[in-house]
């Protein structure tokens, strides 16, 4: 469902993504990880049509997102780091107008706005002024208008930062339910205790480099080994990273 041929990312001097190679398949619950400004929402950015690969190429179902982006947007959610909504639009405005870009008929979005005001719970704040939400809901409602159009590809930028617990249980219960049905999911995220918990599979990046890529079999072997957890993993390859660096300097 997303794959990335030789994809590049240059600003100037500075290449933030080098030589991406990755696929992750319909139903694949993916983690990028990595730490700050490692190159995880330049990724992000470019599968979403954000910004354009200075190399290579993305393709979302089979579509190279630079040469047909509305057609392989369309089959995108995508939810940031820091989601925008409108402030003077209540929840359900925002919900209306968010699948009014995805060119859902009436009768159609009325179902599905139904569906994920009980899906994610969102009870009576759905008429009030999002300026009114706690940084949870906000989060509920950026996800549901990303679900609207039953994306195949569900693209979501450190979804559970924040949230309280009953707000980031909802998130994480729905998030596998869509991978269970079908979509691909590619989060980022440095929360490593939360990929543990939800992907099948994972890739750490830094300094825009893949440094580790997982099969499910060994991330299930992480995850179920008495003595080397994710984070251990993790910490281990920032460690041999800075070693190689230093006797490069």
Not at 152 to 178: F, M, T, Y
Request: glycine share 8%; net charge neutral.
């Amino acid at each position: 469902m997303i794959k990335f041929q030789n994809a590049t990312k240059k600003f100037g001097e500075l290449t933030a993504v080098n030589n991406l190679n990755l696929e992750i398949k319909s139903g694949e619950f993916f983690g990028f990880l990595g730490p700050n400004g490692a190159g995880k929402t330049t990724t992000i950015k470019m599968i979403t049509g954000l910004y354009s690969p200075t190399s290579g190429k993305i393709f979302i179902n089979g579509i190279d997102i630079q040469k047909n982006p509305v057609e392989a947007k369309m089959l995108i959610g995508y939810v940031p780091d820091e989601p925008f909504l409108y402030d003077k639009l209540t929840g359900i405005e925002y919900l209306y107008f968010s699948g009014g870009l995805y060119n859902l008929d009436k009768s159609t979005l009325k179902n599905r706005i139904d569906e994920m005001i009980e899906l994610f719970e969102l009870g009576n704040w759905i008429y009030k002024l999002t300026e009114e939400f706690s940084r949870g809901m906000r989060q509920r409602i950026a996800i549901a208008s990303a679900l609207l159009h039953n994306p195949k590809v569900i693209v979501i930028d450190e979804p559970i930062v924040g949230l309280d617990p009953v707000s980031a249980n909802i998130v994480k219960k729905i998030l596998r339910q869509k991978a269970n049905e079908g979509s691909a999911i590619f989060m980022s995220t440095h929360l490593l205790s939360i990929a543990e918990e939800l992907c099948d599979r994972i890739a750490i990046i830094k300094d825009g480099n893949i440094i580790f890529e997982s099969d499910s079999k060994m991330l299930k072997e992480i995850k179920y080994s008495n003595d080397k957890r994710l984070e251990s993993l993790f910490i281990e390859l920032m460690k041999e990273e800075k070693k190689e660096l230093e006797k490069r300097e």
